[in-house]
């Protein structure tokens, strides 16, 4: 038998299909630059995550989180993000955030003209713990402090809240639980939320529970996105519940940058193409071109030193470079 014969030149997209009820426009939130990267081992130059940045915004993402005012002594990969936010130059329109963990991360950021922070807590006592050196209270109380003030110096804020349904030591955690830590962090000054499934345990019924308890404590859909890790491959399932309960906006890292950090060798944040696959095929708007974004995502994983594990940028990557062999 011989190989199979391909077309010259096959560009595949996905065929649209619009299902009644779903959105018909979602926001991909982008958090590659600083999610991803921040997980990844190999330092990449700030010049490069700034072309990255810019061949991001190029391929239709609008809105990216561009690093972190972390101290440097915790995360060396975000340690350049001053001079990041020097280099980086990006269209009015596109809504640009960094995330804070403190106020003196936040006088940082406004010193380096942050437009909107983010802001994170942990829906379980040992992430707290362990990751964030506090309690869930803790981690609440310095979320507010920062969000408060953020909000006196006019930026919208994003308020995370990690392992939304598991975590490594504690097992799955109550939707009330996480439901009432989003009322907290709305009330305490955050205009919008994302919710994460850090280890990526999540199931579609967990995330239309999750979503009915948020909402049941008064929290508007319109107000929440999803943070999904494609761990154990349900990350679009995911988003597919989530889309049928209304949310319209979801995080992704393209190319699926960053690792796992509790499965060592296993897939962390969902790929933005994997994602921006599914929504056009649903004929939902995300604005992206997905050629242009696999580009970008092939391009940072030659610095990075390993391919993107996104199934959609390795297929898009691999029938480009089966039909360039026949021409
Ligand atoms: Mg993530």
Redesign the pocket.
């Known amino acids: 038998m011989s190989a199979p014969e391909q077309p010259a030149a096959w560009s595949p997209a996905p065929h649209r299909f619009p299902q009644a009820g779903l959105p018909t426009q979602v926001r991909v939130y982008e ?1 590659g630059p600083r ?1 991803g990267l921040q997980a990844e081992t190999e330092v990449i130059p700030t010049a490069a995550k700034v072309e990255f940045i810019e061949r991001l915004v190029a391929a239709g993402v609008g809105t990216v989180e561009l690093t972190s005012f972390v101290s440097p002594r915790w995360i060396p990969q975000l340690a350049d993000a001053e001079q990041l936010m020097a280099q980086v130059s990006l269209p009015d329109e596109v809504r640009a955030v960094v995330l804070v963990p403190n106020l003196r991360g936040l006088d940082r950021a406004i010193a380096a003209g942050a437009t909107e922070v983010a802001v994170f807590v942990s829906a379980t006592e040992e992430f707290a713990k362990r990751n964030l050196n506090t309690t869930i209270a803790g981690a609440v109380s310095a979320a507010v402090e920062v969000a408060t003030a953020a909000r006196a110096a006019g930026l919208p804020v994003r308020g995370y809240i990690s392992m939304c349904f598991g975590d490594p030591w504690e097992g799955s955690v109550p939707v009330e639980r996480v439901a009432d830590l989003a009322r907290e962090l709305l009330d305490g000054g955050c205009t919008s939320l994302s919710l ?1 499934d ?1 280890i990526g345990v999540a199931t579609p019924g967990h995330v239309r529970a999750l979503l009915a308890a948020v909402q049941a404590r008064g929290v508007d859909v319109d107000q929440v996105a999803m ?1 999904f ?1 494609d761990t154990y491959g349900q990350a679009l399932a995911n988003v597919y519940a989530a889309l049928t309960a209304g949310v319209t906006e979801f ?1 992704s ?1 393209a190319g699926g940058l ?1 690792r796992c950090p509790y499965a060592k060798g296993a897939t ?2 969902l790929a933005t193409e994997d994602l921006v696959w599914m929504l056009h095929g649903l004929g939902i708007e995300t604005g992206i071109d997905l050629n242009s974004l696999a580009d970008a995502s092939a391009w940072m994983a030659d610095r990075i030193g390993h391919a993107s594990p996104s199934r959609v940028v390795t297929a898009l990557l691999s029938s480009r470079r089966s039909a360039s062999h026949q021409t």
Do not use: K, Q, R, Y
Request: glycine share 28%; hydrophobic share 20%.
């Open positions: 958090v999610d994460g850090t943070h890790h995080d890292a960053g962390g944040n």
